[in-house]
């Protein structure tokens, strides 16, 4: 059973910077790649990035610049710098699986930029 857990999440002012972990169990990190989606208060969760087995990153364009996945093993991060008020959200973390594609999402961490 894969559990995705979330961490690193809270209130920032704008301008600032957070750095959001997750960390999966129940995966082999070699066939799974893991991501960050978002959800912004009456809006659909939408993609923010991913990153494959093999270290090959893709972001939403909007956030190319500002924000960084990286991976190490099990856990994947996302940098995240110069936060605007619009980067309010729940943030997701998301694994799936290359052969099968089965997906699972951890409970969500809020992001709060606000002065």
């Known amino acids: 059973q894969v559990r995705l857990v979330e961490s690193g999440g809270g209130l920032v002012q704008p301008g600032g910077s957070l750095r959001l972990s997750c960390t999966a169990s129940?995966?082999?990190?070699?066939?799974?790649?893991m991501g960050w989606y978002r959800q912004a208060p009456g809006k659909q969760r939408e993609l923010v990035a991913t990153?494959?087995?093999?270290?090959s990153t893709n972001y939403a364009n909007s956030w190319k610049g500002r924000f960084t996945i990286s991976r190490a093993q099990n856990t994947v991060y996302l940098q995240m710098n110069s936060l605007k008020a619009e980067d309010t959200a729940v943030y997701y973390c998301?694994?799936?699986?290359?052969?099968?594609?089965?997906?699972?999402w951890g409970q969500g961490t809020q992001v709060t930029v606000s002065s």
């Open positions: 998301n694994a799936w699986n290359v052969m099968t594609m089965s997906s699972s």
């Open positions: 129940g995966i082999i990190a070699s066939l799974y790649g």
């Open positions: 990153i494959n087995p093999g270290g």
